[in-house]
């Protein structure tokens, strides 16, 4: 298997205004970018980011934004035309997109105004998968609907127990806390941190391509480098990534497979209690 050929590359439209007013109107906390990203490096590489708003008036925001690089448009705001140049300045930018850069298969629409549901049909004429992010009671139906997947923001935000996995046993994580980050940790901890990451990844995974997909040791490694670019397994003490596996497994943390004709694990199930 190559789980490369699958990998998407996405580009991110935000709609800030609508998305942060929305959120502001669900009770919700602030609006948090990093939980949008975290889900959406489950899917594949993020390429492109932009965000549109009238930055003077959610100055608060440019710095999360900033640090998750984005690109930050700026649209002041005018009585006369209102919200919608913002939204004419996005459908412009993601349709230059779409005709200039092939490699771009993935348009991620961060709004729920129902004004974009005619860029969403141009995006997917063009062979273009769409992802809708909004919340749910700000969302336009139409636009739910003509996108590809619609990632609700209410659900990003809302804890998720832990589930039954493959092998009966709920998986629950104990990332190690209690230690400065100047603090040497020791070589068991390291490995219980790793190990910690894999059954988050893990968990993530099943729950955005369902229980019946494969889960490779591949697929594992790779969604931990987006996510966590830095990540290392030398770091934790192990020689190699498969290393990390098998030790997963001889501590009853992973049931893993050995898929003959190219060498790879599939990870069947987690059993952390």
């Known amino acids: ?13 935000c709609d800030f205004e609508n998305i942060a007013l929305g959120v502001r109107d669900a009770n919700y906390a ?36 900033h640090e998750a690089s984005f ?8 009585r006369q035309s209102g919200k919608n140049s913002a939204d004419i300045r996005m459908v412009v930018d993601a349709l230059d997109l779409c005709y200039t850069k092939e490699h771009v298969d993935t348009f991620v629409i961060i709004s729920g105004d129902s004004d974009f549901s005619p860029l969403v049909s141009k995006l997917r004429e063009n062979n273009k998968i769409v992802i809708g992010v909004g919340v749910k009671n700000s969302t336009s139906d139409l636009l739910i609907a003509n996108c590809d997947e619609f ?11 832990p589930r039954k996995k493959a092998g009966g046993r709920e998986v629950s994580r104990k990332p190690a806390r209690g230690l400065t980050a100047k603090a040497a940790k020791p070589t068991g901890d390291k490995k219980q941190e790793a190990w910690d990451l894999i059954v988050e990844t893990y968990e993530a995974l099943v729950e955005e391509r369902g229980e019946g997909e494969k889960i490779w040791g591949s697929m594992i490694k790779q969604t ?42 599939i990870i069947k199930s987690c059993h952390v209690t």
């Not at 298997?1 to 439209?13: D, I, K």
């Not at 390429?47 to 934004?65: G, L």
């Not at 990632?151 to 127990?161: F, G, K």
């Open 71 to 78: 690109e930050l448009i700026e649209i002041p705001h005018v």
């Open 224 to 265: 931990l480098k987006r996510r966590k670019p830095g990540f290392s397994e030398s770091y934790y003490g192990f020689r190699s990534f498969g290393q990390l596996l098998e030790e997963a497994e001889a501590h009853g943390i992973l049931e893993l497979e050995r898929e003959e004709k190219s060498g790879g694990f």
């Open 1 to 13: 298997m190559t789980y490369r050929a699958e990998t998407r590359n996405m580009a991110l439209f």
């Open 151 to 161: 990632i609700y923001y209410d659900d990003l935000v809302r804890r998720q127990p």
């Open 30 to 65: 602030q609006f948090d970018i990093a939980k949008v990203i975290e889900r959406l490096l489950l899917k594949g590489n993020i390429v492109v980011k932009k965000a549109y708003c009238d930055w003077a008036r959610y100055k608060e925001f440019k710095s999360p934004m």
